[in-house]
């Protein structure tokens, strides 16, 4: 199994969209699981991911894994990031 995660405010990582790493990953090997090990939940419809993810999944011989994260980045955002997703000027992680 290998496992990608989601990451916005890091410049270690190169990836926000962690799916479109799994379809390379997934189209260079043929059993190998790929799984998002966070896709932050608070800023994505549920039902557009879990769509993603099916569809990846089915064309991917059933070795597609997605997981779930509450997602702690809200106190980093920018109020104009905030504004961007909607999210209430005073909020923070705990709240969303």
């Not at 932050?40 to 997605?66: A, C, G």
């Amino acid at each position: 199994r290998f496992w990608l995660a989601e990451h916005h405010f890091n410049s270690d990582y190169c990836y926000t969209s962690p799916e479109l790493l799994l379809m390379a990953i997934a189209g260079s090997t043929e059993r190998m699981r790929i799984g998002s090990a966070g896709s932050i939940t608070n800023f994505y419809s549920s039902y557009e991911k879990v769509s993603q993810y099916k569809l990846l999944n089915n064309l991917f011989d059933d070795r597609i894994d997605y997981g779930v994260s509450k997602g702690h980045i809200i106190n980093k955002l920018t109020e104009t990031q905030k504004t961007f997703l909607n999210i209430p000027a005073d909020a923070d992680h705990e709240t969303l």
